[in-house]
């Protein structure tokens, strides 16, 4: 009986044209050795022969019965098209049908999968480029920091001279007192604020087409543009004031390739 | 034999597949992670870089009202306060302003700060650099 029925599917086994002879060796050998099981896979490798023809093995992907997962879909049909070619049709309909059984009840586990893989990458992604941001970052700031220092410097060393120093270096008594009230104004601002500020101003420049919102906004943007310039213009204030009025000679030489393009940018935002 | 084949080819494929899932997974977290990543340490430097710089450009400044009033007025410092405002340039001259991840940083920070609170003293000047204390070092313990 069994026998019988083993031959009827063994030639439907080769009536179906992909079929390699040594594979359709193996088959006969594991029908045999497996017939107990014969009945069911039978019944089974039939009604899937028809359904899933090997030579038309991409067509199962858009068979969405037991895909339903885009992600996994992908995985197990590169999987499912290597067993096709390695094996016989009634064994990876099996190995299809236990994966499908498998699949419904690990969905949340493949999931989990994916989600922790991700969350792995993104750490390692993390990881590999933050040293190349910062990199740009200090790079981009440096630059208008060490100026904003510059200022405090200049006015802070200035007004802790004694009087008859600063006589000597700032011959115009007016002059003299244009530079206690940069001193001051330096004063006021403390690291934390200049840092704030410096952090409006590059919102501000990357933002740059939000002026034209609306009356109301635009006045707001106005206040904060002067607050956020002010470290750019006290720049300027000092350093054309302490070249026209003064003897003292600056070192901006670490500041120097980008002065004249920065200050520029600020003289075009200021107007 | 062929049935136990089988089998272990199946979990294969199941084991496969958990290693398939965690991998693209792997690879989309990834490339997001390169993205923030490079958005934060962007941020992160953008902070660092200015409290650098402006303590650097503070040290400076006050180098150059020096050194202006010490060529007009020779006279205006003593000879050994001349020497440590001598130093302080030099290794302000050496500081690599935009080199971030150059090690000996830190150092060179400590050692300008030394000098420059060095040559304050012997002034008898109330001069110091303010945002130190808190920002900077803090911002370098931070990271």
Redesign the interface.
Known sequence: MAQSREKGREEEVRSAPEIEGSEIG?SS??SV??SRLQPRRGLRSRTILLRYPPDMGEDHASDDSWCDDG??SE??DS?LNR?QKRRHDH?YT??LL??KA?KFQNQS??LT??????????????????????????????????????????????A??ADH?KE??VKKIEDRDKFHSLYESSQEI???D??KM??NQ?LQKSQPDKKSEGNVESTRLAEEDLECNKLGSLYIDLTSFVSDS??????FE??NDETKIIEKGWKSEKC | MIKTRDTSDVFDSVVLLDERLCQEGFQDGYKDGLVSGKEEGREVGLKMGFQVGEELGFYQGCLDVWNSLIQIDPGAFSSRLQKSIQQLGDLLGKYPLLDPENEDVQEMMDAIRLKFRIISANMGAKLEYKGYPKSSTQGMEDI
């Open positions: 193996s050998v594991s050795s497996s992600l996994s995985v197990s999987e067993e064994f099996v190995s236990r994966f498998f586990a493949s999968q994916v989600y922790m893989g991700y969350r792995d990458g993104i750490s390692a992604g993390k990881e590999s480029s933050a040293q190349e941001g910062f990199n740009i970052g200090f790079k981009q700031s440096v630059q208008d920091g060490y100026k904003w220092g510059i200022v405090r410097g200049i006015t802070s060393a200035f802790s001279l120093s000597k270096l403390s690291a934390d200049a840092l410096y952090h590059l003064s003897e003292m000679k600056l070192n670490l500041a």
